[in-house]
T-cell receptor, first 113, second 112 residues
Framework: AQTVTQSQPEMSVQEAETVTLSCTYD???????LFWYKQPPSRQMILVIR??????QNATENRFSVNFQKAAKSFSLKISDSQLGDAAMYFC??????????FGQGTELSVKP | DGGITQSPKYLFRKEGQNVTLSCEQN?????MYWYRQDPGQGLRLIYY???????QKGDIAEGYSVSREKKESFPLTVTSAQKNPTAFYLC???????????FGPGTRLTVL
């Protein structure tokens, strides 16, 4: 069975600085998708970025980018120029070939002004 | 506006009572999902439905039931058999199982 692990329950970053959130996963599937979701205090889940496993190029969305290491089964999220609005819980998720999403435990990010 | 609605936002029930959480979408999505979120844990899949009149158990289906009689609606019933029902419940939908899931605002259920 697939598992997703986020080893950092909490992280903190200074406004305008860069922070990296870690995620590792375990799977025997060769083709899959990985996601980072943001859950602000409103608790609405928002998709931040997605990565297709067959693509070697790391995905980027404005200030958000990933470091995808398929062999190491690692999928970290880098947030550049952190803003106060980035403060939230961040979840790493794996989508199985059957279409199911498996989530990590989450990392709570705080941004200091 | 297109989206997913869940009602109510907060729900309180006495222990031993069944309770039904509402989830409605007007995105014309075929697939719908129910997740449970507990403190310090990620979302866990309870049930999902690929199409009307069809649904499958997720990872933690015990003590829950669903129906999918209409494309836009996927209600979740938390039965008295669910041992620890107090949690935050999120509904999601997607065009199909392999497409991006969009989430509703969630319902916080507290069983007293």
């Amino acid at each position: 069975a697939q598992t997703v692990t986020q080893s950092q329950p909490e992280m903190s970053v200074q406004e305008a600085e860069t922070v990296t959130l870690s995620c590792t996963y375990d799977t025997s599937e060769s083709d899959y998708y990985l996601f980072w979701y943001k859950q602000p205090p409103s608790r609405q889940m928002i998709l931040v970025i997605r990565q297709e496993a067959y693509k070697q190029q790391n995905a980027t969305e404005n200030r958000f980018s990933v470091n995808f290491q398929k062999a190491a089964k690692s999928f970290s999220l880098k947030i550049s120029d952190s803003q106060l609005g980035d403060a939230a819980m961040y979840f790493c998720a794996y989508r199985t070939q059957g279409g199911k999403l498996i989530f990590g435990q989450g990392t709570e990010l705080s941004v200091k002004p | 506006d297109g989206g997913i609605t869940q009602s109510p936002k907060y729900l309180f029930r006495k222990e031993g009572q069944n309770v039904t959480l509402s989830c409605e979408q007007n995105l014309n999505h075929d697939a719908m999902y129910w997740y449970r979120q507990d403190p310090g844990q990620g979302l866990r899949l309870i049930y999902y439905s690929q199409i009307v009149n069809d649904f499958q158990k997720g990872d933690i289906a015990e003590g829950y039931s669903v129906s999918r009689e209409k494309k836009e609606s996927f209600p979740l019933t938390v039965t008295s058999a669910q041992k620890n029902p107090t949690a935050f419940y999120l509904c999601a939908s997607s065009w199909a199982l392999y497409n991006e899931q969009f989430f509703g605002p969630g319902t916080r259920l507290t069983v007293l």
